[in-house]
């Protein structure tokens, strides 16, 4: 059997990043900078009012109270250059540039609010409540480099720095098959040994989080030839394809008997649990990686938590590890296949760890009541209680 690390290095030695594109900033989320982005302005551009209030000289109001008059106002987005003379004060709303020769700001709360005479009722040291020019970023300084993913903050801070488009590496567009002729779609009735499908749902979401665009084009049952009829026309909008199911040792492998033949896929044992039987490659004139993972869907997640999400990583030009791992004690004894990386599910506490009742890999519940994995090395059989474990937090 082939050990876990080298089936995901033989994949990660396949999928390339995507070539970058220059987008609007609107579509941009979840996507990977592909450039520097550098504010050509200082930010905030001039020095401004923090806050509602009078633009005063710090020195007039040092004897508060003093009472002054007001020349008149400066709101938000005047461009005018009104000018505080000695002894006046003019209004001003937050954002409003500062007028020339006030230094402090008062904020109304400190005032009688007047708006041709004014009673300041504190006084207020010179620099007060004034938003200087270039004291969040200064002009032409970077604010997000290469290789950043692009949350919401990074959106407002693009448009915040007046970039209208950037250039990033898109979110991957993955396409997820499943397969078998037992499936019925959820919220349809259950017919005789139908269960409901669940992996093309539970892996466009994986997809989903995992920062690329996902389009579950449903379930095919086991023919092989209208596997490859959807495959080859979902193979236009993909970056990578996810199939589920039909890869394992029985009769009527649909994914297996219709990619064998093709030479480009690879049908392999790796040696783990679950998760056992993987397949990858590439197809189509466009060598679309495939990832056709095992039916079971607890198989299903865990092939794509090691296999596919560092590949979508890697697509995005991110860097790729092994999963990030923390070391917590087990609550219970745990057991482990000779010769397989194990993946138990589990319930990890601060430093402890439970595994949860129902290991099979058809126990999609149990999964979703566990929120970490377990991992047993290859070489170990089984584990005392309190022993001392690797987990992957989900
Ligand atoms: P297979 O890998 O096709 O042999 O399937 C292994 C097991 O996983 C079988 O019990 C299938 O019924 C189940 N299975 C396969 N595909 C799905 C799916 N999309 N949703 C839920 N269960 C599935
Ligand atoms: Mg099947």
Not at 4 to 10: E, F, S
Not at 17 to 32: N, R
Request: no cysteine; aromatic share 4%; glycine share 10%.
């Amino acid at each position: 059997m082939k050990p876990v690390d080298r089936h995901l290095a033989d994949i990660l030695a396949v999928v390339r990043p995507l070539a970058p594109l220059e987008v609007e900033i609107d579509t941009a989320l979840g996507a990977v900078l592909a450039e520097d982005v550098a504010s050509p302005v200082p930010l905030p551009p001039f020095d401004n009012s923090a806050m509602d209030g009078y633009a005063v000289r710090a020195e007039d109001v040092a004897g508060a109270p003093v009472t002054l008059p007001v020349i008149g106002d400066v709101a938000a987005g005047d461009g005018g250059l009104n000018a505080v003379g000695p002894g006046l004060v003019a209004r001003v709303m937050t954002g409003a540039p500062m007028p020339a020769g006030a230094d402090a700001v008062v904020p109304v709360e400190w005032t009688d609010g007047g708006t041709a005479r004014v009673r300041i009722d504190r006084p207020a040291p010179p620099g007060n409540a004034i938003r200087r020019a270039g004291e969040d970023v200064l002009a032409g300084e970077t604010v997000l480099r290469e290789g950043a993913r692009i949350g919401a903050a990074q959106v407002g801070i693009l448009a915040g720095a007046g970039r209208r488009r950037v250039r990033v590496r898109p979110r991957p567009r993955v396409v997820v098959i499943s397969t078998g002729a037992e499936l019925a779609e959820p919220g349809t009735p259950l017919g005789a040994g139908q269960i409901w499908e669940s992996n093309s749902f539970m892996l466009t979401a994986a997809v989903r989080e995992a920062g690329a665009d996902a389009f579950r084009a449903g379930s095919v049952s086991d023919d092989p030839k209208e596997f490859l009829d959807v495959l080859d026309a979902q193979l236009l909008r993909a970056d990578a394809v996810i199939t589920s199911g039909g890869v394992s040792m029985g009769a009527y492998e649909p994914v297996k008997e219709a990619l064998s033949p093709l030479g480009t896929v690879a049908f392999e044992k790796v040696a783990m649990q679950p998760g056992m039987p993987q397949g990858f490659g590439v197809v189509g004139p466009d060598r679309v990686p495939i990832f056709t993972l095992p039916g079971n869907p607890v198989s299903s997640f865990v092939s794509f938590v090691l296999f596919v999400r560092p590949a979508l990583r890697a697509m995005q030009g991110l860097p790729v590890g092994p999963p990030e791992a923390v070391r917590a004690t087990v609550t219970a004894p745990l057991r482990s296949p000779a010769g397989k990386r194990s993946y138990l599910r589990a319930v990890l506490t601060g430093r402890t760890v439970a595994p949860v009742t129902g290991q099979g890999s058809h126990q999609l519940a149990a999964l979703a009541a566990a929120n970490a994995l377990i991992v047993v090395p290859e070489d170990a059989t089984s584990l005392p209680e309190g022993a001392e474990v690797e987990v992957i937090p989900l």
